[in-house]
């Protein structure tokens, strides 16, 4: 269109996301059964909610923060990496942040020069290439070894390195596989990174939620990449608080101020009332991590089980983490995903994300989330029950 000097290439080269349009086109057909978005249906603790309120009531989030964070949240921080994540930090090491995608896309704009490329698992969460793109860097795309698990293909990644590379960038647990990436797998990217001078940028959002005596391992907590990892990580998944909007990340002192760089104009900072809320749910009992992650895994199950009832329309990796899973759909219809899923939307009432939005490798399977109830899933796979019958 003649209009399009208006618009940066950068940004015309984005999609739509897959994630909001199944939402937008959900909202247009009555009683949906809804497993197509990430979000907890849980509400945030009261313990949490308490220490926002009370921070509003002592009149302490009329005003900006730090850029980095209140002080006093940047110090509980350090202390449950050092527990949870066994990283050795400071609170000068940590920012405070809009959620992980923003302190992903900070740390994407401090890194990332016009040209360099940034290799990518896939399928992958789409924000992150989205992030590269934005910064004008370019997605290099290693498919994950689907048979195995959704696993890292070490030797793909190795192959995909040139002379432009800057950077690998992943989640653990995946969005959308569910693969909680092993130690010895991420201690071989590490490895990779370690020989080529590259960056790794993590997202750790779904960290806590792990099943079946697997282990969430953090490269940032391997001492001789210290200079070469930032890890994201997020309140919104473990407590619950995607509205609230706030997380951190965690890199080496030295580009800490560079992050900060593209922190401010992003952000200015996180806002001030959720970081007093995520006070609140660090230094408050973990039990709710406990409770979501039980009920998680018996979702996980649950949608297992209704899934092996559908074995000639779906066959599936069963996630290790996060509450998401990404099955292939085996019909012919299922190869366009996109339309199959807003099919199954018109015709059978039930809301997925299709495949497509999470990569090249992601056509021909459609992301379902089990953060949801057991009604829920029951009357989703009640409804595909009958429909593919």
């Known amino acids: ?44 603790p009261e313990h949490i909610k308490e220490g926002a309120i009370s921070a509003i009531r002592d009149g302490l989030v009329g005003g900006y923060s730090p850029s980095s964070g209140l002080l006093e949240l940047r110090e509980e921080i350090v ?49 992150h290439i989205q992030e590269v793109v934005l910064a004008s860097g370019k997605p290099v795309i290693v498919p994950l070894i689907e048979e195995e698990g959704f696993i890292w293909d070490i030797d793909a990644v190795r192959k995909a390195i040139t002379p432009k ?11 959308p596989t569910g693969t909680v990436f092993s130690e010895k797998q991420l201690r071989q990217l590490a490895d990779i990174a370690l020989e080529n001078n590259l960056m790794v940028i993590t997202d750790e959002a779904y960290e806590y939620f792990v099943y079946d005596d697997k282990k969430h391992f953090c490269m940032g907590s391997i001492p001789e990449m210290k200079k070469n990892v930032i890890s994201c990580f997020t309140f919104t998944k473990n407590y619950a608080m995607t509205g609230w909007r706030v997380g951190y990340l965690h890199a080496d002192e030295e580009i800490i101020p560079h992050i ?15 970081q007093y809320a995520a006070l609140a749910a660090l230094k408050g009992s973990q039990d709710c991590i ?61 809301s997925t994300t299709p495949g497509i939005a999470f990569g090249p490798t992601g056509e021909g399977h459609l992301r379902l989330s089990f953060c949801v109830s057991e009604d829920e899933i029951n009357k989703a796979f009640d409804r595909m029950d009958k429909y593919f019958k």
């Open 165 to 175: 590379t800057k950077a690998i960038m992943y989640a653990s647990p995946s969005n």
């Open 260 to 274: 900060t760089k593209a922190h401010i104009p992003f952000a200015i900072c996180a806002p001030v009332v959720s």
């Open 1 to 44: 269109m003649k209009d399009n000097w208006r618009i940066s290439n950068r940004v015309a080269q984005i999609q739509e996301s897959a994630i909001h349009e199944m939402t937008r086109l959900s909202k247009e057909v009555e009683d949906v059964a809804f497993l197509s978005w990430a979000k907890p249906t849980s509400d945030t």
């Open 79 to 127: 202390k449950k990496l050092k527990k949870y994540n066994n990283i050795e930090a400071n609170p000068f090491q940590i920012i405070v942040t809009v959620g992980a995608v923003e302190g992903l896309s900070a740390a994407v704009m401090a890194v990332i020069e016009p040209g360099d490329e940034v290799i990518f698992p896939s399928p992958t969460y789409s924000t």
């Open 290 to 350: 406990k409770d979501f992650r039980d009920h998680y895994q018996k979702m996980r199950n649950l949608m297992c089980e209704r899934l092996d009832k559908l074995d000639s329309i779906f066959e599936y990796q069963k996630p290790e983490g996060s509450y998401l899973m990404f099955p292939k759909i085996l019909t012919e219809e299922g190869k366009d995903s996109t339309t199959f899923c807003k099919r199954l939307l018109k015709e059978a009432r039930v």
